[in-house]
């Protein structure tokens, strides 16, 4: 697999895993879950940078 494959799929799966945790911590009326999937949105971005180069 080339490296920007796999920065993608793991790209992707934090974006899945944000989507999940924010969802969760929305629903739960909790901050720190939804930090944490904020914090996996911007992580994934990042790789996603990384990855066009």
Request: proline residues 4%; charged residues 10%.
């Amino acid at each position: 697999m080339k490296n920007s494959t796999i920065l993608l799929l793991c790209s992707i799966l934090l974006i899945i895993l944000g989507i999940v945790m924010v969802a969760l911590g929305l629903k739960a009326g909790i901050l720190p879950p939804t930090v944490t999937g904020i914090g996996f949105f911007v992580t994934a971005v990042a790789l996603m940078a990384a990855g066009k180069k």
